[in-house]
């Protein structure tokens, strides 16, 4: 199971950071995404890191924004999200999947079809 947490209600232009944490694993043999869903929206990648770390991937509207990392302990992957805009305002959603050493393509990062677990998403509030 997944958890997300950190989110919250937060002014434009501050920062704020969402984690997400497995319970009774870690990440160490999975990639895990963040997507985010604003309301009458489609779900929407953020950002991802492969199992192994090395590699990182963004989406489009947060790309330069935001920056994602994995703890030491690999038990925690956050998002760093800064200069955040209403825009932003969504509930957000860590996923994971068993690691794939055949997925290379940018698309096994960001389509959602590939995550296999889901946590319950965290509510993000940017106001104006």
């Known amino acids: 199971q997944l958890q997300a947490s950190g989110g919250g209600l937060v002014q434009a232009g501050g920062s704020l950071r969402v984690s997400c944490t497995a319970s009774?694993?870690?990440?160490?043999?999975?990639?895990v995404g963040w997507f985010r869903q604003a309301p009458g929206k489609e779900r929407e990648f953020v950002a991802a890191i492969k199992w192994t770390g090395g590699v990182t991937v963004y989406g489009d509207t947060v790309k330069g924004r935001c920056t994602i990392s994995r703890d030491n302990a690999e038990t925690t992957v956050s998002v760093q999200m800064n200069r955040l805009k209403p825009e932003d305002t969504a509930i957000y959603y860590c996923?994971?999947?068993?690691?794939?050493?055949?997925?290379?393509?940018?698309?096994?990062?960001?389509?959602?079809?590939?995550?296999?677990?889901w946590g319950q998403g965290t509510e993000v509030t940017v106001s104006s």
């Open positions: 996923a994971a999947y068993f690691k794939q050493p055949y997925y290379t393509g940018t698309q096994y990062y960001t389509d959602q079809k590939w995550y296999e677990i």
């Open positions: 009774g694993s870690t990440f160490s043999s999975y990639t």
